[in-house]
């Protein structure tokens, strides 16, 4: 019988599975759903778990029949509070034993089941790791014992600091959900009192028929709402639109809950991009500002790490805005660089959940490892 590992990688928004060969690393089987996985943001948590378990179903009918499961693990923000953590390994468990009533194999060989968070795993392998996609949040480890090295120790020996992560509410600057509202309200702005007020708190006057952002913004609520792009122009030539803040309301509910902040970043997260490269002003400054924000978690990691006594500092980006916006991440990269000459950057452009499917392989060696040493004593 071959050996297989499933891995899930979740956020704020989108769930990723994937399983493959435990050998080979041979994919078998891979699927996105937008659902979220972080049950502290999420708009519906039942419905959540519910597409969480269906996906974890849908991989082990979806490999060779020649394969069992050998770990399941699954990364995800918000898992640092016990009770998501709890309900998370409820739904792995109640996924095994949905497989188990219709296949000998998965009752056969029933697979272990691990839940990390999704900045902790990064730290396997950085000194200091940023994410952020739908939300952000950033962490340090270090070593309070000299001399420094971490090229032998176990991320759980190193002490580990997190930072922002504060939600929606009160935290995420810099996310990809942040920098949609920061898009609308420059548009809400430049609509009401033609112009907008940039990140330095300076005023910045803006004829809204000029504006490439706004014209971006109705088209994509007008997409949202089933108006074709040719009469969007229309309505917009004869600005025959209804209020802003109604209009984006009415195209970004979602299960009851009026500007479900997934989908508002799924909606207008690229506009920012696509209408900065268009070049417009008030689009570059929501963009450098975010970098500006998530620059913030770095200075704190290094800071708090003392990496300037210190030969270097790995930093670790990951997520959606620092790996598919290459201007945030340009703006980062820049401010990081000329803040602190001993770092070295790299960008986790492999799917996170490979992360997570080297986490389960390493803790089931850790198991049998452990095992075996028990069986000599």
């Known amino acids: 019988m071959k050996e297989a590992i499933m891995g899930l990688d979740g956020g704020g928004s989108n769930l990723r599975i994937l399983v493959v060969d435990r050998e080979t690393e041979q994919e078998l089987y891979s699927r996105d759903i937008t659902t979220g996985t972080n049950l502290s943001t999420v708009a519906d948590k039942k419905e959540a778990l519910t597409n969480i378990r269906n ?14 499961i050998k770990g399941i693990g699954l ?30 194999v998965a009752l056969a060989f029933p697979p272990k089941c691990f839940i990390t968070n999704d900045i902790d795993i990064l730290l396997h392998s950085a000194d200091i790791a940023l994410v952020a996609g739908t939300g952000t949040v950033g962490a340090v480890k270090y070593l309070d014992v000299e001399p420094y090295d971490n ?14 992560g504060n939600g929606q509410f009160i935290g995420d600057k810099g996310s990809g959900y ?29 004829d809204p028929r000029d504006s490439e952002l706004l014209k971006m913004v109705y088209e994509r609520v007008f997409e949202a709402k089933g108006v074709s792009r040719e009469e969007a122009k229309k309505l917009l030539r004869e600005k025959k639109v209804p209020e802003f803040v109604a209009l984006v309301y009415s ?29 417009d002003e008030a689009a570059n400054d929501v963009l450098e500002h975010s970098a500006q924000e998530l620059f913030k978690n770095i200075a704190a990691g290094y800071r708090m790490g003392k990496f300037d006594e210190k030969e270097w500092c790995n930093i670790l980006l990951s997520g959606s805005v620092l790996v598919k916006n290459d201007i945030v991440r340009w703006h980062l990269e820049n401010k990081i660089r000329e803040a602190y000459p001993n770092v070295s950057i790299k960008v986790n452009n492999e799917k996170p959940v490979w992360s997570t499917i080297r986490y389960v392989d390493g803790k089931i060696k850790q198991k049998v490892l452990k095992r075996d040493e028990e069986a000599i004593k």
């Open 75 to 104: 990364s995800s923000a918000g898992t640092e509070i016990p009770e998501n953590r709890v309900m998370l390994e409820e739904v792995l468990n109640s996924a095994v034993k949905q497989v188990q009533k219709t296949s000998a």
């Open 251 to 279: 195209a970004t509910a979602d299960n009851g809950n009026v500007f479900d902040r997934a989908k508002v970043g799924n909606m207008f997260g690229k506009l920012a991009v696509d209408a900065a490269y268009a070049g």
């Open 178 to 206: 942040w920098i949609s509202k920061e898009i609308l309200t420059r548009v809400a702005e430049i609509e009401n009192l033609g112009g907008y007020m940039n990140r330095k708190g300076e005023f910045v006057e803006c």
């Open 55 to 68: 996906l974890i179903v849908s991989g082990f009918k979806g490999i060779p029949q020649d394969y069992c």
């Open 151 to 164: 090229a032998e120790t176990p991320p759980d020996d190193y002490t580990i600091h997190k930072f922002d």
